[in-house]
T-cell receptor, first 112, second 115 residues
Framework: GESVGLHLPTLSVQEGDNSIINCAYSNSASDYFIWYKQESGKGPQFIIDIRSNMDKRQGQRVTVLLNKTVKHLSLQIAATQPGDSAVYFCAENTGTASKLTFGTGTRLQVTL | EAEVAQSPRYKITEKSQAVAFWCDPISGHATLYWYRQILGQGPELLVQFQDESVVDDSQLPKDRFSAERLKGVDSTLKIQPAELGDSAMYLC?????????????FGNGTRLTVT
């Protein structure tokens, strides 16, 4: 399949380690945030979301942390697996409608 | 799990030709979006529909791009005439309500190459 994002920031982690992917968002009025995973040749896949009235939310093997003071979002993946290798995007909702603005992606490479 | 369907998967066209992409959202999803993704970047919104009405097309180059969702279900995005700079992945997404707390679900896109 074709590559998504040939010159993206890259995070390389060993299988079994925890991964932390960071994202700085731009709009202090944003009230909803989503992390997406995009594998080569596919569309973005929803991972986890968080509203601005929360600072942490956990899913299966994933945790999203929101720091509104510094407009920072992070995605933590526990026990990273080879299948987690992909490009990860954060997205923020700006405005009353569900209009998402995507950040710059990060490529996660899982080494064996 | 229900998916957003897009076709064609790949399209190669010469500049100045017309091209069209089709999207079938998840059944029951009222809101439909077309995004464009240039290689190495995040998706950028082109147009958003709520049922059959356009909610936001502020980023759609209306001199050459058009989009419709006539019956409030499937949608077509057209480019005429195509330009070299239009080469990108065109992604369709849908959400249940279009409000916050209603995540977007994406299709696998149409990869357009303009020669």
């Amino acid at each position: 399949g074709e590559s998504v994002g040939l010159h993206l920031p890259t995070l390389s982690v060993q299988e079994g380690d925890n991964s932390i992917i960071n994202c700085a968002y731009s709009n202090s009025a944003s009230d909803y945030f989503i992390w997406y995973k995009q594998e080569s040749g596919k569309g973005p896949q929803f991972i986890i979301d968080i509203r601005s009235n929360m600072d942490k939310r956990q899913g299966q093997r994933v945790t999203v942390l929101l720091n509104k003071t510094v407009k920072h979002l992070s995605l933590q993946i526990a026990a990273t697996q080879p299948g987690d290798s992909a490009v990860y995007f954060c997205a923020e909702n700006t405005g009353t409608a569900s209009k998402l603005t995507f950040g710059t992606g990060t490529r996660l490479q899982v080494t064996l | 799990e229900a998916e957003v369907a897009q076709s064609p998967r790949y399209k190669i066209t010469e500049k100045s030709q017309a091209v069209a992409f089709w999207c079938d959202p998840i059944s029951g999803h009222a809101t439909l979006y077309w995004y464009r993704q240039i290689l190495g970047q995040g998706p950028e919104l082109l147009v958003q529909f709520q049922d059959e009405s356009v909610v936001d097309d502020s980023q759609l180059p209306k001199d050459r791009f058009s989009a419709e969702r006539l019956k409030g279900v499937d949608s077509t995005l057209k480019i005429q005439p195509a330009e070299l700079g239009d080469s990108a992945m065109y992604l369709c997404a849908s959400s249940l309500t279009g409000g916050t707390n209603s995540p977007l679900h994406f299709g696998n896109g149409t990869r357009l190459t303009v020669t």
